[in-house]
């Protein structure tokens, strides 16, 4: 029984159609790379995903529920699907910790105590414990990031979306943040990741995408995808990432 | 009790708007020239000129302009001249104007690249050539939407001088609501007039805005 | 005819000017919290709003910013009673500011939203929070905080304005100064002094904002 399953999804930008029929399912507990060219359509599909941005055509069901593009649907369903972003997006007004809690207290109208104890815990699942009155301008690319992380989990989602969550940070500080990745993986949290990590992909991964002008080209786990590319247009992807 | 319609209101209205675009008018011209000359003063390399023009502009926006206009009546008639209201008004209109501007300009000359200072430095021309070849029409390009901005205040800002007697709209306003007692029409179409005079150039200054920075971002 | 200045004659009647400069403290006060919690509901309208509240709104804020405050006041104060609504001076001159200002917070604070990066509303909004959610708890401190140096002077330039509530009896500061000039003569001094006032009531309201935005947005205190 597939946690997401995405059907024949298809979506334009005026006369450019971004994804042109985009069929994947995404079983419980798999970790799953879209890797790709800009352009391929890898983030829109993402971002399809948890409603922001809409469908044309086709459909997205997530734990079994369709995804209606209404409020109140989307609200719902971004309670169970939460979203890391490359440019972290974390509240520049409000502590790290105060950032993981606010969606608790005020979607879930969790006690500030609790959701306090909560923030902890999370902040101390990615390795910041010590950061919880820290400001985002006061930490690194890396650490903003993994606060970012432990924000979308304090929601406890049955999944996350990463969008290419490490594309903006220094090199040093990307694996402080794909360990932490590594570490959901194992404990059984469904992913899905738009990414570049090559490397990770192949060692995380359950399955690997890749996506090329807006349709799934090839897909598999990464031994076959990495190793025995079948098309032309992944090979000359894989030449010139690797 | 003489009965008086709407529109002999509104006529009576629209003879005392010509005095308020008339002092408008007045207002600005001479405020723009008292505003070059409070600019120049202010980006002088001598520190007693920018001062005395810092002080002028910092008096001038820190106080009331209702204040600067019995101040201009009262102060002007000790001198021993004859004040008309339209002179104390036109007077403290000048000045509050020219302040305003002077600062706009200002901000207007330093939002023109110190590159361009530079490049004309280097090509030995003397300040005198620099702002006037190089910096002041570019300046001048980015000053045309505030400017006209503010012309918006300047029309506002003559209902003030009804206060010092001075008959424009506002003083019509007043007069005819004493004759009439109908309050609610002659305020709503004093409004109104006010409305059609400003509104135009807000929309005008907005637009230049636009393009302002659609030029800017090529 | 040398004038002979006798500021003596004005400091006679300090109380007077005291309770003048009182009355103008409560009608900034008052105008200020009002004015810029009705920005606030405006831009919030213009911005995040249902459509149909769009027109309505816009259509105040053009009206007050393109109309003289004086004319405002008057409107207020002499023209609603013939619809029903009697109020007193102070109840007048403080709903004008308030109007007055809400009008030009509004436009200031819209600029300061809409320059919230847009990743700031995906991710509240990837965090299942509502728009309004998102407006409240994410972007309008930090949009406060962008526009708070224009915010500042507006409400000085409003507070400047409330002279001409004067004209309606409210015993502001300018009422006060013509009460007094009226009974000794010496118009020059008493607006002068008055002048002198405002200019450092306009001094301490700048500081005093300018401190109130450090308690509300130094990062130090993230709440």
């Known amino acids: 029984m597939p946690l997401i399953a995405i059907e024949d999804v298809r979506k334009r930008y005026g006369d450019n159609e971004v994804l042109k029929g985009i069929t994947l399912r995404i079983n419980p507990g798999e970790v799953v790379a879209i890797i790709g060219k800009s352009g391929s359509g890898k983030s829109t599909l993402l971002r399809c995903v948890n409603g922001l941005e ?46 993981v809690m606010l969606s608790p207290m005020v979607v879930k109208k969790t006690p500030e105590a609790e959701a306090a104890a909560l923030a902890r815990r999370m902040l ?37 979306l990463c969008d290419e969550i490490t594309s903006a940070l220094d090199p040093e500080l990307v694996g402080e943040v794909l360990g932490v990745v590594r570490e959901l993986a194992e404990d059984g949290m469904t992913l899905l ?6 490397r990770f992909a192949r060692e995380v991964c359950h399955r690997v995408v890749f996506m090329h002008q807006g349709r799934v080209h090839e897909s598999g786990p990464p031994e076959e995808v990495f190793g025995k590319p079948q098309t032309p247009e992944l090979r000359q992807f894989l030449a010139a990432s690797l | 009790m003489i009965e008086f319609s709407t529109w002999d209101i509104l006529r009576n209205l629209l003879l005392a708007a010509r005095w308020t675009v008339l002092l408008s008018l007045a207002a600005f011209i001479g405020g723009a020239l008292a505003g070059i000359a409070v600019l120049w003063l202010r980006t002088s390399r001598a520190a007693l000129p920018r001062r005395a023009a810092w002080a002028y502009i910092e008096l001038f926006q820190g106080t009331p302009l209702l204040m600067q206009l019995f101040l201009a009546f009262f102060g002007l008639s000790l001198l021993g001249l004859e004040v008309s209201a339209w002179t104390a008004a036109g007077a403290a209109l000048v000045l509050w104007t020219g302040a305003f501007l002077a600062e706009i300009w200002r901000g207007c000359v330093e939002a023109v690249p110190r590159g361009q200072w530079e490049a004309s430095a280097s090509l030995a021309m003397s300040r005198l050539q620099q702002m006037r070849h190089v910096v002041l029409p570019q300046a001048m390009r980015i000053a045309i939407a505030p400017t006209v901005g503010f012309s918006v205040q300047v029309v506002k800002g003559t209902a003030l001088t009804s206060i010092i007697g001075f008959v424009e709209l506002s003083k019509a306003g007043t007069m005819i609501t004493n004759a009439t007692f109908r309050p609610f029409t002659v305020y709503a179409l004093a409004a109104l007039i006010y409305f059609a005079l400003c509104w135009p150039l807000s929309l005008a200054s907005r637009r230049l805005e636009r ?8 | 005819m040398a004038y002979r200045f006798d500021f003596a004659a004005v400091f006679d009647y300090t109380p007077v000017l005291a309770k003048g400069v009182l009355v103008t403290v409560e009608l900034i006060a008052f105008g200020a919290a009002a004015g810029v919690a009705a920005g606030i509901a405006c831009a919030w309208a213009r911005t995040q709003g249902p459509r149909w509240l769009r027109p309505p709104v816009a259509a105040y804020i053009e009206v007050v910013r393109n109309t003289p405050f004086l004319i405002q006041l008057f409107f207020i104060f ?28 509004a436009e200031i604070i819209r600029a300061g939203i809409q320059a919230t990066p847009r990743g700031q509303f995906e991710a509240g909004a990837s965090l299942a929070m509502s728009p309004g959610q998102v407006f409240r708890h994410v972007v309008l401190r930090p949009s406060l905080q962008r526009i708070w140096p224009a915010l500042s002077s507006q409400i000085v330039i409003v507070m ?45 309201l700048r500081a005093l904002l300018h401190a109130l935005g450090r308690r509300l947005f130094d990062p130090g205190r993230a709440r």
Request: proline share 3%; charged share 15%; glycine share 6%.
């Open chain 1, 54 to 99: 809409t469908l044309d055509s086709g459909s997205i069901m997530v734990a079994d529920s369709q995804l209606v593009p209404d409020e109140l649907h989307l609200r719902a369903l971004r309670r169970r699907v939460g979203m890391v972003f490359q440019q972290f997006n974390l509240f520049p007004h409000l502590s790290a910790g105060r950032n």
């Open chain 1, 124 to 160: 101390d699942r990615v390795g910041l414990a010590d950061k919880f009155d820290a400001l985002p301008d006061q930490l690194s690319g890396g650490q903003q990031q993994r606060v970012a992380i432990a924000r979308a989990l304090a929601m406890q989602p049955i999944a996350l």
């Open chain 1, 193 to 198: 990741m738009v990414t570049h990590e090559m």
């Open chain 2, 211 to 218: 393009r302002t920075h659609a030029a800017d971002s090529h």
């Open chain 3, 78 to 105: 002499f023209g609603l009673p013939s619809a029903g609504v009697k109020l007193t001076e102070m109840q007048a001159a403080c709903l004008a500011m308030a109007v007055n200002l809400g009008a030009y917070s």
């Open chain 3, 160 to 204: 400047l304005g409330s002279a001409v509530c004067s004209q309606i009896a409210a015993e502001e500061l300018t009422f006060a100064a013509n009460f007094i000039q009226s009974r000794n003569f010496r118009a020059f001094e008493v607006y002068f002094v008055a002048t002198a006032i405002y200019l450092l009531l306009a001094v301490l």
